[in-house]
């Protein structure tokens, strides 16, 4: 099995998918020349030219709206949103327009749009470069949302949005992309709407997104040490959402935490709460922790971002406590 | 009030029509009026759900628009919808079924008067969002493009969309792209009550310098003259079409009405409309010009006003949509062919 980077992962499934197919292309600020802010795209422009790796002016609107019209007439746009915080920009055109278009017209538009960004803490960008805005995404119905956390997932759930009917919103965690993972040798699709179980386990089930599932798979590690054994689930796909899985983990331990770097109020963490004790209220033993980031603007100085975004200790602290709830 | 009579009515030479075309022309308009009035009353007396936008006195520009576009090209629509959608050749019966929320509506009761939709027909929707539908004509015209298809994308939109930041990413976006995009800029001195002097830093005939700020080719075009805009979007057409990028239209035209239907327009003065009605009605010139008797107007009057009709009672017999029916579009199914 070949080794790719996060990083790697998204040039090599956006590059596949452009040698075989003339309707993608890409499209954002910064992305040619350059390679991209995060160097994502790196080397595509020599690829494959100008017209299908297309430098963008600083017009979010403008960025997802074209997408949209090209995409509605066949093309299979992959535009980039240089950090998700410029999505707020771009907001108008997600989530009236894309989301929109096919139920308005009565099913005669298909929207296949797929809009990459990234984000995360850990770096001190402050607060406009670092948000998680996934969960805003998961309230609008006609969007679908992937949040990947390792290369292979990357590969096989970015072949997918490319390719599903609809408007997908793409996230990518900042501090992810220089890990690297084994990946399989042919690119083996992913659908969307299904988790992925990391580590079995058989007292408590963390359900954990992007870096957080990384986070999580070190407490798990250390909580073994404890004499606890953790069952770490990725969803892969906020919405759709893979609810029997998680349920059915939740029915097998117990006992829930979830974990994400977003901020706890009206973060993910609160639908997988709802959906764990509604499907698995007679076999719960504890109450669903939640893991997330303060409620505060991400601040600058080091000290206090670190304070700010949890980390795994915050989830082994979150596994202890609902295990310290008698059964 | 509003100034009228100041533009300059001068026809470009190419744009000629036949006496026969043009009286084809002066039907279409015919029924986007007899439509909205239809619509109107049936609003005000209760019979359609939701909330109306007509665009009584703006029928030449929607009309001469359309005629001059092959049936390949696509248009993005307004709130103001009803005339776009008509001049693109959707059956004002599908139209009308639209408004009574059925499934035989051109959006199948999804979308109302504010989203008529006929992709088939190249409407790729009427936008509730101001300045909403511009960028995705940009997008459309940069798929053409890259395909190679001669085709043009056509955004309608009014002086207040104008103000929007979607407005200006898209005009940018399009000149610096060339793209084959033909902005058609509804210029009729209103952004919902608010009028241009407290919405726009420019008199409206020199709205043109928001194109040109951008080297974007622009025209100023006569919107009560059905022939002139029918031989500038003609001119525009060929110009994008061609390769060498947009075309800003700057089509002055007067709105007769409210905002919306029920709107006392507490903010316009009383004579203005009769005025505008008097001097400005694109119907009325045309017929002049064709020199139509009233004999023969009342008998076109007659048989419009009877499709109409006639299309009332298709959507009143229509078919409601099953409630549950409310889920069925939310996301396309499935996964697309590969290449």
Redesign the interface.
């Known amino acids: 099995m070949p080794e790719l980077t996060y990083r790697e992962a998204v040039r090599d499934t956006l590059s596949r998918a452009m040698r075989?197919?003339?309707?993608v292309?890409i499209m954002g600020e910064d992305i040619a020349e350059m390679g991209g802010s995060m160097g994502v795209t790196q080397g595509m422009l020599a690829e494959f030219g100008p017209?299908?790796v297309?430098n963008?002016?600083i017009?979010e609107?403008?960025i997802?709206?074209?997408?949209?019209?090209?995409?509605?007439?066949?093309?299979?746009?992959v535009v980039e949103i240089m950090y998700e915080d410029f999505l707020t920009i771009s907001m108008?055109?997600i989530v009236?327009?894309a989301a929109k278009?096919?139920?308005?017209?009565?099913?005669?538009?298909?929207v296949?749009l797929t809009i990459r960004t990234q984000g995360g803490a850990g770096w001190s960008p402050g607060a406009q470069h670092a948000q998680q805005l996934e969960s805003w995404f998961v309230h609008v119905?006609?969007l679908?949302v992937v949040f990947a956390s390792t290369p292979e997932d990357v590969r096989g759930l970015l072949w997918?949005s490319i390719?599903?009917?609809?408007p997908v919103i793409f996230f990518e965690h900042r501090t992810l992309y220089p890990i690297k993972g084994d990946v399989p040798e042919e690119l083996e699709?992913i659908p969307l709407g299904s988790a992925r179980v990391h580590r079995q386990g058989t007292d408590v089930t963390v359900i954990a997104t992007g870096r957080l599932v990384h986070e999580s798979l070190a407490a798990a590690a250390q909580a073994e040490e404890d004499g606890i054994s953790v069952e770490v689930v990725d969803p892969r796909t906020l919405s759709p959402l893979d609810v029997d899985t998680i349920v059915a983990s939740v029915k097998k331990t117990t006992r829930c935490v979830t974990a994400h770097e977003a901020v706890v109020p009206g973060g993910f963490g609160a639908e997988l709460a709802a959906v764990v004790q509604y499907g698995a209220f007679d076999y719960l033993d504890a109450p669903v922790e939640r893991v997330g980031a303060r409620f505060a603007p991400l601040p600058f100085a080091p000290v206090m971002e670190n304070y700010v975004v949890p980390h795994a200790a915050d989830v082994l602290a979150a596994i202890h406590r609902t295990v310290a709830r008698a059964a | 009030m509003t100034p009228v009579a100041q533009v300059e009515r001068k026809r470009p030479e190419a744009s000629s029509l036949g006496e026969e075309r043009l009286r084809e022309l002066f039907r279409e308009m015919l029924v986007i009026r007899r439509f909205e009035e239809k619509v109107e009353e049936q609003f005000r007396a209760g019979e359609l759900p939701g909330f109306l936008h007509v665009a009584i006195g703006q029928e030449a520009v929607a009309t001469g628009v359309c005629a001059a576009l092959e049936p390949t090209d696509?248009i993005a629509s307004t709130h103001r919808a009803h005339a776009h959608t008509i001049a693109k050749g959707t059956h004002i019966n599908a139209i009308m079924a639209e408004m009574y929320g059925k499934s035989e509506?051109?959006?199948?009761?999804?979308?109302g008067s504010m989203?008529l939709?006929?992709?088939?027909k190249g409407n790729?929707?009427a936008?509730a969002?101001v300045g909403?539908g511009?960028?995705?004509?940009?997008?459309?015209?940069?798929?053409?493009k890259?395909?190679h298809e001669p085709r043009v994308?056509v955004a309608f939109f009014g002086d207040g969309a104008t103000n929007t930041?979607?407005f200006h990413?898209?005009m940018?976006?399009a000149q610096?792209?060339t793209l084959p995009a033909v902005f058609v800029l509804e210029n009729n001195g209103w952004a919902e009550s608010t009028p241009a002097q407290q919405q726009l830093p420019l008199p409206v005939e020199e709205m043109e310098k928001r194109a040109l700020a951008y080297g974007m080719t622009s025209m100023e075009v006569d919107g009560q003259d059905v022939e002139a805009v029918y031989g500038a979007m003609r001119g525009a057409r060929e110009h994008a079409v061609s390769g060498q990028g947009p075309v800003f239209m700057n089509v002055r035209t007067y709105r007769f009405t409210g905002h919306y239907v029920g709107d006392p327009q507490v903010y316009r003065e009383k004579g203005e409309v009769h005025q505008l009605r008097e001097t400005q009605d694109p119907l009325e010139l045309l017929r002049v010009r064709l020199g139509m008797t009233s004999e023969e107007f009342e008998r076109l009057d007659a048989e419009v006003s009877a499709e109409v009709d006639a299309s009332v009672e298709f959507a009143k017999n229509g078919t409601d949509p099953k409630p549950e029916d409310a889920l069925?579009?939310?996301?396309?199914?499935?996964?697309?062919e590969?290449?």
């Open positions: 075989t197919d003339d309707r292309f017209e299908r297309r963008t002016p017009s609107i403008a997802v709206g074209a997408g949209i019209g090209a995409a509605i007439q066949g093309m299979l746009p108008e055109q009236n327009q278009h096919r139920t308005m017209s009565g099913g005669q538009v298909k296949p119905p006609g679908k997918s390719y599903d009917p609809n699709p | 696509v509506g051109c959006s199948q009761g999804f979308g989203h939709y006929d992709v088939a790729l929707g936008n969002v909403g511009l960028p995705q004509i940009a997008g459309a015209a940069l798929a053409f890259l395909k994308a930041g979607a990413e898209s940018n976006l610096l792209w069925k579009w939310v996301y396309a199914e499935g996964s697309l590969r290449a």
